[in-house]
């Protein structure tokens, strides 16, 4: 099994999660070194992908890819946030999506059966994933969306691209369009009519480019030491992504899973059993997942032995309350404003200082752009955020959408017909 069958097939055949045979071991030396984002991003990807992609393929991808910027804003000596959310769908989603349609448009060309990709959604990764694919030659996107369970900003930038993209509306929660793609990967009478693929955090070439700027975080930190990074997490796609960076070389004091009041994972670390649960609808709607699908990768990490896992993660979850005192206060004290999954990842990092009396460098991933959850963010801050440009043009569109139940015989009816 390689890299591009993995991309392609998302899920394995018996319903398990792909995750590499063996994860390259690359000396700190390597990443302190004087690299380029896109360079360290490379030597990072190539061993998972050097069969499927010579190193200059792979760094036209990379180079493409990941063409924007990615400030750290240092709030004291200790924390620093560094913004993730400066690409065209202004989440950390952009990172992954853009690498995904990048290296399957690659393999895909001079093929004639067109693919379709078939997305879940809690608001930010179908819209990095339609932004990434569209106008791509050969792909169909159709991405599932929890109907009144995103923002207005989310919907729009699902909803209004057209062309190649296709967005459903599911009445239902995410885990309902989760579990919609999860029978769709599963119907072998469905898989033998279409070339179908995912682009989800289950898929494994969502996690190679998530893992980079873990990496970048220290390089850039300028750390010898280990640093303390938290992560906002929901379906722990980008949390897994942190383990990998560390099983690659990059020295973590800890990785804190922050969640909100979705906590099967927090109660996982505590009692070692996972509790199944619907999820939760919160302020930090993106994080809203009952169930991580990647919590089987991180028990298989770590040999399904939980009191392994709670030496590299600690987890915590906290309430919307919580989340909004942190917005107000970050803003107060730093005159800088943050979205409601940023904030959570704040609070876990500030969580984790009060247990340990930690002085180690923290850095907390900032997954979103405020100004994408301007109705959640401006009652808080009693302000008007003025959008980012491709949000505005997003809110001026149309949206376009097809309604539709969450039982599984309509999505293929659908599925079939297109
Ligand atoms: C998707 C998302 C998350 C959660 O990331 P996971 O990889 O699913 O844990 C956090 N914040 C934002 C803004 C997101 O879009």
């Not at 990807?45 to 010579?54: A, C, E, M, N, Y």
């Not at 109660?267 to 709607?285: F, M, Q, W």
């Not at 089987?296 to 906290?318: A, G, P, T, Y």
């Amino acid at each position: 099994m390689g890299f591009r069958e993995a991309l392609f097939q998302g899920l394995a055949p018996d319903g398990g999660l792909y995750l590499p045979e063996t994860i390259p071991y690359l000396e700190p030396d390597f990443f302190t070194s004087d690299l380029s984002y896109s360079e360290c991003a490379v030597c990072m990807i190539h061993p998972f992908t050097k069969d499927d992609l010579s190193k200059t393929q792979l760094t036209d991808i990379c180079e493409s890819a990941f063409d924007y910027p990615i400030p750290i804003k240092e709030l004291n000596d200790t924390d620093s946030v560094m913004e993730l959310f400066h690409g065209p769908t202004l989440a950390f989603k952009d990172f992954a999506a853009r690498f995904m349609a990048r290296t399957m448009s690659h393999f895909i060309e001079n093929q004639n059966q067109t693919l379709t990709i078939l997305v879940a959604t809690s608001g930010d990764t179908g819209s990095a994933v339609a932004n990434g694919f569209f106008g791509v030659d050969g792909i169909r996107v159709i991405i599932l969306y929890p109907s009144k369970r995103v923002s207005t900003i989310q919907e729009k930038q699902l909803t209004t691209l057209g062309g190649n993209i296709t967005a459903i509306e599911i009445d239902g929660s995410f885990d309902d369009c989760q579990r919609l793609v999860k029978s769709a990967f599963q119907d072998k009478d469905l898989r033998q009519k279409l070339s179908l693929s995912s682009a989800n955090s289950i898929n494994i070439a969502r996690l190679l480019p998530q893992s980079i700027y873990y990496a970048w975080a220290w390089n850039q930190s300028r750390e010898t030491g280990p640093i303390i990074v938290s992560v906002p997490s929901g379906n722990f796609g980008n949390l897994t992504a942190g383990l990998l960076a560390n099983r690659m070389g990059i020295p973590m004091e800890k990785i804190i899973a922050s969640t909100n009041a979705n906590d099967v994972f927090p109660k996982y670390l505590h009692t070692g059993n996972v509790e199944k649960r619907d999820a939760i609808a919160t302020i930090s709607n993106a994080m809203d997942v009952g169930i991580p699908s990647n919590l089987d990768r991180i028990q298989n990490l770590f040999h399904e032995d939980v009191n392994q896992v709670k030496i590299d993660i600690s987890s915590w979850s906290f309430t919307d309350d919580q989340t909004k005192e942190m917005i107000r206060n970050i803003k107060m004290e730093y005159d800088y404003l943050i979205d409601p999954h940023t904030a959570v990842g704040i609070l876990g990092l500030e969580r984790y200082r009060r247990e340990t009396n930690s002085k180690s460098k923290g850095v907390v991933l900032s997954t979103a752009h405020p100004g994408k959850f301007a109705d959640v963010v401006e009652p808080i801050i009693g302000e008007k955020i003025s959008l980012p440009n491709p949000l505005q043009m997003a809110m001026e569109k149309e949206k376009v959408s097809t309604k539709m139940s969450s039982k599984y015989s309509d999505l293929k009816e659908f599925l079939m017909i297109g």
